[in-house]
C-alpha cells in the first residue's frame, strides 16, 4: 500500500536550518508529483513547496521562498525539504503528500517547532 514517512522535524532556534525528509512506498515514485504542506495550531493545512516527477519544476508559498528548497531522489524514493532561516511562524506539523488519481495521501507529520 501507498506509505509516507516524514522524519527529521525538530526544536530549532530562529535563524537555524532544518532537513525534512520523506520516504515513500507501495507506487511508482517517480511518476508522481510530491508536495510538502504544514498545518500550525489553530490554523487551515497549508501547501508549502511541490515538485514535479523529475524535479525539474517546482513551486514554493510566498512566505517560504528563497528560505526553503524542495527536492527529491527518485533511486532513494525520497522527497525533501531543505528549510533554512526558520522563523517562529513557521513553527508547524509538516506532512508530505502525493495524489495517486484521485486519491491524495499523507504521512503522518513530522514536528517542527522554532524557538528560541
Known amino acids: 500500500q501507498v506509505q509516507l514517512v516524514e522524519s527529521g522535524g525538530a526544536l530549532v532556534q530562529p535563524g537555524g536550518s532544518l532537513r525534512l525528509s520523506c520516504a515513500a512506498s507501495?507506487?511508482?515514485?517517480?511518476?508522481?508529483?510530491l508536495t510538502w504542506y504544514r498545518q500550525a495550531p489553530g490554523k487551515e493545512r497549508e501547501l508549502v513547496a511541490t515538485?514535479?516527477?523529475?524535479?525539474?519544476?517546482?513551486k514554493y508559498a510566498d512566505s517560504v521562498k528563497g528560505r526553503f528548497t524542495i527536492s527529491r531522489d527518485n533511486v532513494k524514493n525520497a522527497v525533501y525539504l531543505q528549510m533554512n532561516n526558520l522563523l517562529p511562524e513557521d513553527t508547524a506539523v509538516y506532512y508530505c503528500?502525493?495524489?495517486?488519481?484521485?486519491?491524495?495521501?499523507w504521512g503522518q507529520g513530522t514536528q517542527v517547532t522554532v524557538s528560541s
Open positions: 503528500n502525493t495524489k495517486l488519481s484521485t486519491i491524495y495521501y
Open positions: 507501495g507506487f511508482t515514485f517517480s511518476t508522481y508529483a
Open positions: 515538485i514535479t516527477t523529475s524535479g525539474g519544476n517546482t
